[in-house]
């Protein structure tokens, strides 16, 4: 069954540093992959999806995400971080033939400091 | 365009009682999804319906019940509701089945004392 992993639950940084989102992915095959962002009191958002066109997808607000097949990773990274980053960000896998059952990760929370 | 619209935003039921929440998609979408998320999890998949009918279901109890209306808004009904049963409720509108990316409603928090 396909599933994703989120390494870390949060993640602190400071305001202008680079921000690290790490997750795996387990699928036999190549997966349909995403990153939504949640605001407290806001629906998620997407922030970038994979399909197998490029290796290195860029997203909304300054992310982007590198598909590594041989390390079954999907980490999210922005060179520099701004305060209204803070937030919850849920990598997702779409299970083949489920083309609307997203399967979500457990979230990492990240929070930005001055 | 407005965008997924839930109602209500939040909602206090106790043991046993049933409620109803309420989906209106993006105009034009035929699609809607539901999803629960408990607190400090992420989402979990319940239902997806397309043109009125069921076209997925998640691992939820049979207490779990949804419907699309020729509009395409949608309801989730929870009978019988558990402690557990707390979360929040999100749904999730498409504008063609099997569609990939799905635009999110705030969602309902629901509590259960």
């Known amino acids: 069954a396909q599933s994703v992993t989120q390494l870390d639950s949060h993640v602190s940084v400071s305001e202008g540093t680079p921000v690290l989102l790490r997750c795996n992915y387990s699928?036999?095959?190549?997966?349909?992959l995403f990153w939504y962002v949640q605001h407290p009191n806001k629906g998620l958002q997407l922030l970038l999806k994979y399909t197998s066109a490029a290796t290195l997808v860029k997203g909304i607000n300054g992310f982007e995400a590198e598909f590594k097949k041989s390390e079954t990773s999907f980490h999210l990274t922005k060179p520099s971080a701004h305060m209204s980053d803070a937030a919850e960000y849920f990598c997702v896998v779409i299970p083949l033939g489920g083309y609307n059952k997203l399967i979500f990760g457990a979230g990492t929370r990240l929070a930005v400091h001055p | 365009d407005a965008g997924v619209t839930q109602s209500p935003t939040h909602l206090i039921k106790t043991r046993g009682q049933h409620v109803t929440l309420r989906c209106s998609p993006i105009?034009?979408?035929?699609?809607v999804s539901w999803y629960q998320q408990v607190l400090g999890q992420g989402p979990q998949f319940i239902f997806q319906?397309?043109?009125?009918?069921?076209?997925g279901r998640g691992n939820f109890p049979d207490r779990f019940s949804a419907r699309q209306f020729p509009n395409y808004s949608s309801e989730l009904n929870v009978n019988a509701l558990l402690l557990g049963d707390s979360a929040l409720y999100l749904c999730a509108s498409t504008k063609r089945d099997r569609e990939e990316t799905q635009y999110f409603g705030p969602g309902t928090r629901l509590l259960v004392l």
């Open positions: 319906y397309y043109e009125k009918e069921e076209r």
């Open positions: 699928s036999s095959y190549s997966p349909s």
């Open positions: 105009s034009g979408h035929k699609s």
